[in-house]
């Protein structure tokens, strides 16, 4: 990974989600979506290259990184065949049902719930 990741992965990605703020207001919020999109595509990207072992591309927790790109995520198909597609966060209406759907990377099992008012995920 060291040889992989750029530096700003390391501030971007260095704490859980959940430790930290997302940015104020839609359009930054929006443009955080964007870049977190495109690093994961770069990252699966890099995985699914010819000399990266078969064991790794099958761990756990890239099978969850891929199943949640592809929930989440769209890239369209380039202009030319060696450019990469614009990446597109995808809408809460473009979304499979949620029982199809990862909610947690930590628990790639948890499910999102809600029942008398009251909703979890677990």
């Known amino acids: 990974?060291?040889?992989?990741?750029?530096?700003?992965?390391?501030?971007?990605?260095?704490?859980?989600?959940?430790?930290?703020?997302?940015p104020q207001g839609q359009a930054n919020r929006d443009a955080y979506a964007q870049t977190v999109g495109e690093d994961g595509f770069v990252l699966?990207?890099?995985?699914?290259?010819?000399?990266?072992?078969?064991?790794v591309r099958e761990l756990a927790s890239v099978t969850a990184l891929r199943y949640t790109w592809q929930r989440h995520y769209e890239r369209t198909p380039g202009?030319?065949?060696?450019?990469?597609?614009?990446?597109?966060?995808?809408?809460?209406?473009?979304?499979?049902?949620?029982?199809?759907?990862i909610e947690s990377p930590y628990d790639?099992?948890?499910?999102?719930r809600h029942k008398h008012g009251t909703s979890w995920t677990g």
């Not at 040889?3 to 859980?16: D, F, H, I, M």
């Not at 202009?79 to 029982?99: C, H, M, Q, T, Y």
């Not at 790639?108 to 999102?112: I, K, L, N, P, T």
């Open 44 to 55: 699966l990207d890099v995985l699914d290259a010819s000399e990266v072992p078969e064991g």
């Open 1 to 22: 990974m060291q040889g992989v990741a750029p530096l700003e992965w390391y501030e971007r990605y260095g704490k859980r989600i959940e430790d930290t703020r997302l």
């Open 108 to 112: 790639v099992d948890a499910r999102y």
């Open 79 to 101: 202009a030319s065949s060696g450019e990469l597609g614009r990446v597109r966060f995808k809408e809460n209406r473009d979304l499979p049902r949620a029982a199809e759907g």
